[in-house]
């Protein structure tokens, strides 16, 4: 048993033994670890803030890891902490070698990365390759000096179409709405060329067919690696190489906003782009310790992604395909299969996630009605709003499902809460891009940034001490706060505990998935090692299988039923 004090809150007990992460003198030793790890994704800015200034920081995360070891997470992954002016929430670096001021100092980092493995816990740092902020030096440069200079070349600068160069140079889209082109202002003051984004146009474009940009992310690489971090989450992976015939190209609006189309885009998932990863592969084997990558590629098909975990490529990969898959137990065993299909066949594992900061949390998504493209957000008058109760059941069972799945599995910060997504924010509060951008028309990704509500009783639910949270609170989220859910052992939180230690006890992301019997209609009903694991995703309560001992319900059971939405693990009595 381990206890730990909470810095700032109260005093948190273990009563289950912490998951197995590995232990400080395990630390690097432990082959292979991100193919079986639960990874925790941390969103610095809404996690815990230490300065009063309203945005959390490292050091409010490191004064909180004693939590996230009693939770039993193997890694955390921080979503960009560097240099930026924060006009993407930090997916737009100004400096990729430095922390900014709101989050801490580099000082700062080390520290949390040493508490961290002290814990056992493993690190890994968002790396944004695709594109910089329009602060960023090179950019500057870029802007301060003439059509074909060399610093200019770093960037996707054209000139634009039409007799007077007035028009953009093809009709390319950003992600977040809008022309991906936007035209400068040359140093003599006349119109000028333009420039590629596909996100907001504060994110010029990297050229990532120019060595010297190869060169300086292999340095970027390694100073994080030199300081000891244990992997990357890289940033639009499938993005960063562009047809460099740049035709035009028409999206198809019903498929998912951030790719993901049958046929690819020419600004995504061009061949080239995997010899960056081929070269940064090698990269991370210069170090010792067994350092990941995991990419951010928003493809059609797992078979696709599974392009980026090759051998000599990528660790891991997002399933995107499995986030997306509604709760429907013929969509899920598909979705289960092509994955560990396809990530097999490349001796990858298969990774699982269900929240991120880009998708609307599960806790809602999965009682909504209506349509819900990816990064589109939504607003209060969402179809199937709100249904909190079926919402969170659901949410229980997917993750009790999920983290039954062999491979590596992604949580989100506040899921572990029952978090449910902030779909009434005032518009006036909003501040992601995607609404700027689309005047409102798709309400961006805010409703999953909200921060975490630590203390009940607590002003900004002990979030920030002092400041306004740069995103309201729902008063709602006091009966879900952490320090309620500690006591509380039927909580989302306990339940997160207890999966945690129980899947680490049964070493369930290195076992196999065998389909049994019962697996069938609104059943999803399987074993992997000594569990077995069954979940109800229908309308029905349905019967527990006889001669199992219960280990974990997400849900009160009825006598001998299963009830609707709820996922219990079993263990077959002995003999
Ligand atoms: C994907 C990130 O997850 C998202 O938050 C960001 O806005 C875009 N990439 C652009 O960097």
Known sequence: MTVHQDLRTSTFTADVAPRGAATTEEHGTAAEWWRSAVIYQIYPRSFSDSTGDGIGDLPGIT?????????????????????????????????????????????????????????????????????????????RQALATAPGSPERARYIFRDGSGAQGEEPPNNWQSIFGGPAWTRITEPDGTPGQWYLHLFDSSQPDFDWSKDEVKEEFRRILRFWLDRGVDGFRVDVAHGLVKDQDFPDYTPDVDAASMGGEETPAPYFEQTEVHEVYRDW?????????????????????????????????????????????????????GVIDDSLHAFNSVGAPSTWVLSNHDVVRHATRLSLTGENPQGSGIGPDHPGLPDRQTGLARARAATALMLALPGSSYIYQGEELGLDEVHDLPDAARQDPTWFRTAGERFGRDGCRVPLPWVADADTFGFTAGGTPWLPQPERWKSLARDVQRVDPDSTLNLYRRMLALRAEHDLGLGQLRWLPGNEGSVLMFANQDVTVLANTGTQPVALPAEHDVLLATAALKGAEVPADCTVWLRRHAG
Not at 73 to 90: C, E, H, N, R, Y
Not at 291 to 305: D, I, T, Y
């Open 63 to 139: 004064a909180r890891l004693g939590e996230l070891h009693g939770l039993g997470v193997d890694a955390i992954w921080l979503s960009p902490f560097m240099t930026s002016p924060q006009k993407d929430a930090g997916y737009d670096v100004a400096d990729y070698c430095d922390v900014d001021p709101i989050f801490g100092t580099l000082a700062d980092f080390d520290t949390l990365l040493a508490r961290a493995h002290e814990f056992g816990i493993r690190v890994i740092v968002d790396l944004v390759p695709n594109h910089s902020s329009d602060q960023h030096e090179w950019f």
């Open 281 to 333: 592969r090698l990269v991370l084997e210069e170090y010792e310790g067994d350092r990941a990558l995991c990419g951010e590629a928003w493809v059609s098909s797992v078979e696709k992604a599974a392009l980026w975990v090759r051998p000599d490529e990528m660790h891991q990969t997002f399933n995107f395909q499995y986030l997306e898959t509604p709760w429907d137990a013929g969509q899920l065993r």
